[in-house]
T-cell receptor, first 115, second 115 residues
Framework: GDSVTQMEGPVTLSEEAFLTINCTYT??????LFWYVQYPGEGLQLLLK?????DKGSNKGFEATYRKETTSFHLEKGSVQVSDSAVYFC??????????????FGKGTHLIIQP | DGGITQSPKYLFRKEGQNVTLSCEQN?????MYWYRQDPGQGLRLIYY???????QKGDIAEGYSVSREKKESFPLTVTSAQKNPTAFYLC??????????????FGEGSRLTVL
């Protein structure tokens, strides 16, 4: 079945550092790929998405490129802020399930930004 | 404003009791989902529904039940048969069931604690 693997956390960085959170996936078919963010005690919010190979999703300074050849969708940001501290989830849709059964999520990466 | 409302936000239950978590959406979405979130395990799908009066089991349906009598409502009952019900429960919806758009919209979550 479909699966998503993302780097374990917590990841601790200083403010203004460069961020990379790795995400790789296994899926049959042609999935859409997503990054969601969860702030403490809240639900998940969509951060960005990409629906086909070589697409780049971007939002709030975050970027991720859909790399079919390496089955990856790594999240990057050039200069992180304290307010970026949250849990980040990589997810896919479509793969073998066709999208009807929701998303397959990675386990989440807890990001901590220190001032 | 359009969105997904979950209630209650916090719930305490004694062992052996059934509890029902409410989820209402006014986004006119076809599909609705229930996920369970545990620390370090990401999100796991409990049940989902693509249309009224129909629903499907997800990966961890045992000990849970749902109903979909109205398009906007998808309540989850955690029964006494669920061995380890303490968790954070997230309800989500999406616009087009069965389509590879994939984006889910989440509620704020309900935290259930069994005493």
């Amino acid at each position: 079945g479909d699966s998503v693997t993302q780097m374990e956390g917590p990841v601790t960085l200083s403010e203004e550092a460069f961020l990379t959170i790795n995400c790789t996936y296994t899926a049959t078919g042609y999935p859409s790929l997503f990054w969601y963010v969860q702030y403490p005690g809240e639900g998940l919010q969509l951060l960005l998405k990409a629906t086909k190979a070589d697409d780049k999703g971007s939002n709030k300074g975050f970027e991720a490129t859909y790399r079919k050849e390496t089955t990856s969708f790594h999240l990057e940001k050039g200069s992180v802020q304290v307010s970026d501290s949250a849990v980040y989830f990589c997810a896919l849709s479509g793969g073998s399930g066709g999208g009807a059964d929701g998303l397959t999520f990675g386990k989440g990466t807890h990001l901590i930004i220190q001032p | 404003d359009g969105g997904i409302t979950q209630s209650p936000k916090y719930l305490f239950r004694k062992e052996g009791q059934n509890v029902t978590l409410s989820c209402e959406q006014n986004l006119n979405h076809d599909a609705m989902y229930w996920y369970r979130q545990d620390p370090g395990q990401g999100l796991r799908l409990i049940y989902y529904s693509q249309i009224v009066n129909d629903f499907q089991k997800g990966d961890i349906a045992e000990g849970y039940s749902v109903s979909r009598e109205k398009k906007e409502s998808f309540p989850l009952t955690v029964t006494s048969a669920q061995k380890n019900p303490t968790a954070f429960y997230l309800c989500a919806s999406s616009r087009l069931a069965g389509m590879n758009t994939g984006e889910l919209f989440f509620g704020e979550g309900s935290r259930l604690t069994v005493l």
